[in-house]
């Protein structure tokens, strides 16, 4: 098995010609993704779960062709960046006004605590910090991407990058299933069910789907909300390298030894854009699919350079501390929801 960890700089910049074979198989793999969700049952999972799970099938079943691999690692790195950069340009500050100043804290709040705890967590659970890490910041963010994109700091193998993404998977499905059949006796508010999903649940497209099983008011507001958390991925990826590089430092090891994550800069300078000028109307669906498309592409990629017998070997303590994380996310944004949040502002139209 090849791996992908670290890649080099002739790899990440070789030729169209070295590039094309595995840039043709990750965007084949994303494609299929995206056509595999429109079957009935499959589209709860996102094309990039799909995606991960087709890589890893390819590797695992088949082989990955050597002749692949500077594009795989070009889509892992380069794309992957670019994906979150235009993930940007999803995001305004004006929806993180309308879920108003009591939400916004709750949101903020809850990501924090969450993925505080859940690195605590982890040394008694015997779980290692790179895995802890990138499962806290699936459970206290949004999912596959903030696993991606924490992973530029935390340095973790590819299978603890997919570990946390089986978890994140395994138990945002599980909010999908609980949080509607909880609504009824909890007797809340669309916006405050729409707000405890955007801020408990995991993936984008997982919170969407909670959030609307309680009406469209409780669904638009529990998108927006999710993307307001979105948006915290940024300073949260920034504390990240601090932290990192203070570790460094402390162990005698230099404090610059973990690059700062440039592409996090991108990111706060396309939320700056979509904000001051805004994306034109007609461009919108074009600039979303292109970021979930790269994204995919991105995690096709990662499925291309895992063992499932390494993966196995991580065992049920992960799985574990992402339960309790899970736990953690879902009681504290819910009580936070019923003892601080009367509603927020009105949606943009």
Known sequence: MFSLARPSTSSLFATPAKLAPGLLLTGGLAALAF????????????????????GVAVHNLAGTPASTLPGITFSLKRLLRLGIVLLGLQLTAAQLA????????IVAAVLAAT???????ARPLGVPRPLAELIAAGTSVCGASAILAANSVSRARQEDVAYAIACITLFGSLSMALFPLLLPILALEPQAYGLWAGAAVHEVAQVVATAFQGGQEAGEFGTVAKLARVLLLAPLILAMGWAARRRASNAGEGG????FPLFVVGFLAMVGVNSLIGVPEALAPWTTGLTSFLLTMALAAMGLGMNIRALRAQGLRPLALAGISWIFVSTLSLALILLLFTGGTALPA
Request: hydrophobic share 60%.
């Open 35 to 54: 056509a595999l969700r429109t079957l009935p049952g499959v589209s709860v999972l996102s094309p990039m779960i799909l995606a991960l799970l087709l």
């Open 98 to 105: 309308a879920i108003g100043g009591t939400g916004l804290f």
């Open 256 to 259: 610059g030894s973990v690059p």
């Open 115 to 121: 993925f505080f705890v859940t690195v605590r967590l």
